[in-house]
């Protein structure tokens, strides 16, 4: 296919789909996935996934991890507590032996269950924050949930590396040493990385006006993304660490995080939703072995994750009803889940109704997630614009 033909076919569905589908308050994540499915072989085969937009999307998954890592803030770790750390051990562990028992139920091997139950630990902090922002939350509950999310996702994020590496090992470095490999590779990443971004910064990309500081940021990005990828770990992990540590550097530079954020959402990372979708065999859910296998995955996930915010959240001695809204806080699925499912097809390691199953759990999880929080907590303001697009409100 034409290389502006396919550049086309890709704006233009990730553009009109979004339009359409926010008619019926579909969020925008989700109909970029949808419109992935109706152009990909799945669909109407309009266009088939290849070199280019393999490539593309494996940039677009990077640029979605590290979003995600800007959107979390690193100084907030700082000040988590006993409290915070009751709710994310309760909200981690037993979502991930759920997903890891549900995989041995599903006859899935040892590390693949393990991978599964990485899918479940985690939580995505950027679907739910938009809606905490408008919600007459306490800011001591705000804290804990996002504290405890930013714990489950480095956990995660880490627990997977090591797991693909047990796997697919793409380094020479023995599993007895990836770890100490690991620990070594966050020390440079945490210590010596943002002095480099730093000079970066304050250097080079003063003395080139065009764009330079844009540009020094995705230096640092790739330099991270790549040295992960050296030592075994997958360039995703890269990615989300390298937005973790500048996001407190860059939070007060807003024109720098607006260009960052125009980049990656109004290009890369559709390509990867969209790729996402093509790839996504929703033929499956249609054999009813494979539907009952994703309504077991959504409805062991959702149980999971909102009974341990619930007990957890109890431990640290919140009332019943905010502790119930606590668990339902930490239910979407996105970045790391999404991120996991196309990771595991590439290596066969899911099959595709698993990842099928990991798709639709995504696309439900996102959009009820905000809707049972509202319900939970009440609105205190009329909300943003940003969120009114998110939902899908036809004057935003």
């Known amino acids: 296919m034409e290389y502006f033909l ?57 640029f979605l991890m590290f979003t995600a890592g800007l959107d979390t803030k690193l100084s907030v770790l700082k000040k988590a507590g006993k409290d915070v750390t009751y709710f994310a051990a309760l909200n981690f562990f037993i979502p991930f032996a759920t997903g890891f028992f549900v995989g041995i139920l599903l006859g899935l091997d040892v590390f693949a269950s393990l991978i599964l139950g990485t899918c479940y630990s985690s939580s995505s902090i950027g679907v739910i924050i938009v809606t905490l922002k408008e919600l007459k939350v306490q800011s001591e509950i705000k804290s804990t949930i996002v504290s405890a999310m930013f714990i489950e996702d480095v956990l995660s994020l880490v627990l997977l590396a090591v797991f693909l590496h047990a796997i697919m090992p793409v380094s020479p470095i023995p599993l007895p040493l990836f770890p100490v490999a690991i620990f070594i590779f966050l020390l440079v990443v945490f210590y010596l990385i943002p002095k480099l971004q730093q000079f970066l910064l304050q250097w080079g990309a003063k003395k080139d006006a065009f764009a330079g500081q844009l540009r020094s940021v995705f230096i640092t990005l790739s330099l991270v993304a790549l040295m992960a990828e050296r030592i075994g770990v997958h360039a995703m992990v890269g990615g989300f660490l390298a937005g973790l540590i500048l996001s407190d550097m860059l939070g007060k530079r807003r024109k720098l995080r607006e260009k960052i954020f125009a980049l990656s959402y109004g290009f890369l990372i559709p390509i990867f939703l969209l790729n996402l979708g093509m790839t ?17 995955i959504i409805v062991s996930l959702v149980a999971s994750k909102i009974a341990s915010g619930f007990l957890g959240a109890r431990l640290a001695k919140f009332p019943s009803r905010v502790s119930f809204g606590m668990g339902v806080m930490t239910i979407p699925q996105m970045s790391t889940t999404l991120a996991t499912a196309s990771i595991a097809a590439d290596y066969g390691i899911f099959g595709d109704g698993l990842v099928a199953g990991l798709v639709v759990l995504s696309i439900v999880t996102i959009t009820i997630a905000p809707f049972l929080t509202r319900l939970m907590f009440g609105r205190k303001t009329k909300p943003s614009r940003i969120e009114r697009l998110w939902l899908g409100d036809k004057s935003a």
Do not use: H, K, M
Request: cysteine-free.
């Open 280 to 296: 996504t065999n929703v033929e499956t859910l249609f054999v009813p072995q494979d539907a009952a296998l994703a309504g077991l």
């Open 6 to 62: 396919l550049f086309l076919i890709w704006i233009a569905a990730s553009f009109f789909f979004p339009v359409v589908l926010r008619r019926i308050q579909i969020p925008w994540v989700n109909s970029v996935i949808l419109a992935g499915i109706f152009v990909g072989p799945y669909g109407f085969g309009v266009v088939y996934p290849g070199e280019i937009t393999d490539f593309f999307a494996a940039l677009g998954l990077v």
